[in-house]
């Protein structure tokens, strides 16, 4: 009889019952289902914090050219409403690259100096396929939906804040 009082005990009064035992049934359940669209968002959004790079934490919310390009798209899309034009989109993803490459122009030393022989029509084509890249991932991760044949020049953005 001792010895079923032994194993009756309640569970807080074990040692580390913590792990065996969860009260927070709402955390638990989050934790366990996930929301794989909100995590997309919040880490294209806080993308500084995974990365851990010195020009990127000092940036904060504002765009850097040092940002990924799907970072860079996500948080261009954040200004526009659910649609968004992809010539106006293109224009801001091509001038927020641009001051890359500017600011990489400046900052060379003489001796490193080199005349660059890259016609500007293979920039633009680069420029254009990291923004195709982009898009596709951003379609991929369920935040965007193609353009349809009524609208081709438009991307209908599916979800929206956090």
Known sequence: MTDLKEYLQPIESIPFHEIVCFKDVDK??????GNPRRRI???LLEFQKILKCCCCSKGGILLSPSMHDT???YM?????GDLINLHDWFQSFKATISCRKQRSR??????KR????VPQNESDASIQARFCRAIIEL???GLLRAPGKRRPDYVLRVAFGL
């Open 139 to 141: 379609q991929i991760a």
């Open 71 to 73: 970072s860079i798209m």
């Open 41 to 43: 968002q919040s880490d």
């Open 76 to 80: 261009l899309a954040q200004e526009h």
């Open 114 to 117: 080199k005349v660059s022989s």
């Open 106 to 111: 400046q900052l060379p030393s003489p001796k």
């Open 28 to 33: 638990l359940q989050s934790a366990l289902t």
